[in-house]
């Protein structure tokens, strides 16, 4: 259970029990996974939606709240729209979607297909900005985005409309807030200082934002939180694959931190010196569970000859199938790759290749891209001759 933070508010005399995600990006694609896994990962973050209604029943809370970016975009494919909504309606708690910079609330919008508003279930309501009374004297108020770019403070507009509202008041708003902003000069920031000040007055009493998939408290009041993504989008993210379960009690809010994911990115690297390695490698990639549901970014470090690496590609070729995928992204890999006589010696060539293996070994050894391309070049012809051998 996370710490319990006071407002100095008015005391308030009733309690109020939530679900918080966001960054749901129904239809997201990833082009590192195939076909078939592809479709696993697209149908996880449907079946997301259902564990999060079991969630919020098994711990009676009232509703849920999405803070933006439900779909990966308004271009979503239409069966995705119709999954979405009967997992929704599988729910059975009440939802309420704010759209975000993926899916904004503009011409062409998801949120006001046909196909949406067809199969919307009674437990979805989509927020416009109009504030909705969620229960009694507990208030919704939301600032959707209306295109793919904001021009103010995706938030400050909605603190003068809660502070003439009696009761509960939650904030949904989707965006950077000034503190981990890149460019804290954007006109889109989310501001802490007009945050602050409505959450010290009473005028709100929390905050519930979306477009960081990384679980994060925004401040020191405890009232400002990023969900993050109830799956994992990337291997970079802090603490993802959560849901936040809310409890506002009289003047007091709790945060406790639900593990909903089902998938997982994994990054690692390892330094390789020779074939000894290779064994170490192979014991690691069987260690890991869930191969199936895990995305695995490898990167290697270290100088090996040819045949080293050619066994090295073959140890995790035989791993590939049990993955979700398995990548080896350039910018992690160090590995350098030194051919030698004793790589080739076995393998017959002649004539051209001979001379090829010669010139190409020459090359290897220079600095920069040039030895670079070499390397690779001569490794594929190794490959390719020792396949042939």
């Not at 996370?2 to 239809?27: E, Y």
């Not at 793919?148 to 502070?163: L, P, Q």
């Amino acid at each position: 259970m996370m710490p319990t933070h006071a407002c100095s508010a008015n005391v308030l005399n009733h309690m109020v029990r939530f679900i918080h995600t966001s960054d749901w990006q129904l239809g997201m694609t990833r082009r590192f996974l195939s076909p078939e896994a592809q479709s696993r990962f697209t149908d996880a973050r449907i079946q997301a939606i259902r564990t999060i209604g079991e969630l919020a029943r098994a711990r009676d809370a009232g509703f849920v709240v999405v803070a933006g970016d439900v779909f990966e975009s308004n271009m979503v494919e239409r069966q995705i729209v119709l999954r979405a909504l009967e997992a929704l309606r599988d729910a059975s708690v009440p939802f309420y979607l704010l759209p975000g910079n993926h899916d904004p609330l503009a011409a062409g919008s998801v949120f006001t297909s046909q196909t949406f508003i067809t199969n919307r279930p009674p437990n979805v309501t989509v927020l416009d900005g109009t504030p909705i009374s969620v229960a009694p004297d507990v208030t919704v108020l939301s600032s959707p985005w209306r295109s793919k770019r904001m021009t103010e403070d995706a938030i400050a507009s909605v603190y003068a409309a809660a502070a003439g509202i009696e009761g509960v008041k939650i904030v949904v708003g989707h965006g950077q807030v000034e503190p981990l902003a890149p460019d804290p000069e954007r006109a889109d920031i989310i501001r802490m200082a007009a945050a602050n000040e409505a959450l010290a007055s009473g005028a709100v009493h929390y905050i519930a934002l979306g477009d960081r998939h990384s679980r994060t408290s925004v401040g020191d009041s405890g009232r400002v939180w990023y969900s993050g993504a109830p799956e994992p989008t990337e291997y970079r993210e802090t603490d993802p694959g959560q849901v936040l379960d809310v409890t506002i009690d009289g003047d007091e809010v709790h945060v406790e931190a639900c593990r909903v994911a089902t998938w997982r990115f994994v990054e690692q690297k390892a330094a390789m010196e020779g074939s000894a390695d290779i064994a170490r490698v192979k014991t690691y990639l069987d260690g890991l569970p869930s191969k199936e549901r895990t995305i695995l970014n490898l990167g290697f470090e270290g100088t090996v000859s040819l045949q080293v690496a050619a066994d090295l590609d073959a140890a995790i070729d035989d791993f590939r199938p049990l993955f979700a995928a398995i990548e080896r992204r350039a910018s992690d890999n160090q590995l350098v790759i030194i051919p030698d006589e004793m790589d080739f010696s076995g393998l017959g060539l002649t004539g051209f290749a001979s001379s090829a293996v010669d010139e190409l070994g020459t090359l290897a050894t220079l600095p920069g891209a040039p030895g670079s391309e070499a390397r690779d070049a001569v490794g594929l012809l190794y490959r390719l001759a020792r396949g042939a051998a």
